[in-house]
């Protein structure tokens, strides 16, 4: 039997869009439809502005992305450098949140789209407490992207914005969830969980690459190693990914391009755990939504939820 080591998968930036269709055997509520970035199509991603747009335009959840400002607070921004998006440059970690609050995070969508705003109305950086306040019952996934910030120091950050939840808020530590791409700080979120009680646990989606190595032997090798319980977890992975696998045989190795790609089989085998959620990225077709419909997923990562209220009415 051929042995696919997930290390060395490398992924590609495209999504593929004509992978085969499959339908689920399990009957779930249609997916939630997930502001990417707040709805990075609409409005400056990751921003106040974004959000409530998103949020009028339908969207049943929100997506963010966090850094860890010079204050060591959580704060919502994407890209390494504040030169990418806004009227600054340098780290996010270079400013703390009071100066990141008045950084105009709005000019690189504004440029792009030929939008003149009133040159005393900058869209600021904003905090995540501050976003959490301001949409008190809305939920949250909290995209971990901070590229110098020690995992230790950014996990109490979170529980210390997280675990107490102010008055007229819906509980914060069960409106949001954890993502990162690395798993240091989802293990130092785990470290922290260790110390605190049952009813002060931030919650967090399991490991990207954990869900991408279990859906590599479903799709190549046809093992579900998945665990049958009833414990609550949480996957994100794209819908349709390029990859290219390496194989390692006794006397070498050997190349090959495939498409990783849910299908009935994988989604049944995470569906074991009758408390599985599987959220599938990249959706920005009415196509892949279908799809993703389909296959049961219970939410949908949109870029444009602008152009999903307009999809989900014409279907009606």
């Not at 199509?41 to 998103?54: R, S």
């Not at 919502?76 to 440059?89: A, I």
């Not at 409106?175 to 785990?190: E, G, K, V």
């Amino acid at each position: 039997m051929r042995n696919y080591i997930m290390a060395t998968i490398l992924l590609s930036t495209s999504f593929v869009t004509n992978a085969n269709s499959a339908t689920s055997t399990t009957s779930i509520d249609p997916p939630q439809i997930i502001a990417h970035r707040g709805g990075t199509a609409d409005a400056p991603e990751n921003t106040i502005p974004a959000i409530k747009k998103a949020l009028e335009n339908g969207a049943n959840a929100i997506w963010v992305t966090l850094q860890l400002s010079k204050d060591d607070i959580p704060v919502l921004y994407r890209p390494s450098d504040l030169k990418e998006l806004t009227n600054k440059s340098g780290k996010i970690s270079s400013y703390n949140a009071e100066q990141l609050g008045q950084v105009d995070a709005s000019v690189a969508y504004n440029e792009k789209h030929k939008i003149h705003p009133k040159p005393d109305s900058p869209v600021g950086i904003p905090t995540l407490d501050k976003v959490l306040k301001t949409f008190p019952t809305t939920t949250f996934y909290l995209d971990l992207k901070s590229p110098d910030a020690n995992p230790e120091t950014f996990a109490k950050a979170l529980q210390k914005t997280l675990a107490t939840t102010p008055k007229g808020e819906k509980n914060r530590l069960t409106r949001t969830r954890i993502y990162s791409t690395d798993d240091n700080y989802l293990n130092a979120l785990d470290k922290v969980n260790k110390s605190s009680d049952d009813q002060h646990q931030i919650q967090r989606f399991e490991s990207r690459d954990f869900t991408r190595t279990q859906l590599v032997n479903i799709t190549m090798d046809h093992k579900c190693e998945l665990p049958a319980d009833d414990k609550d977890r949480w996957y994100g992975l794209e819908l349709h990914r390029n990859v290219e696998v390496v194989e390692k045989y006794t006397l070498g190795e050997g190349r090959s391009k495939a498409i990783l790609s849910w299908d009935k089989e994988a989604v049944d085998c995470f569906r074991k755990n009758t408390n599985a959620h599987i959220i599938f990225f990249g959706i920005n077709k009415v196509e892949d939504y279908n799809e993703a419909k389909k296959l049961g997923a219970n939410g949908v990562m949109v870029d444009s939820p602008a152009l999903f209220k307009k999809i989900l009415n014409d279907k009606k």
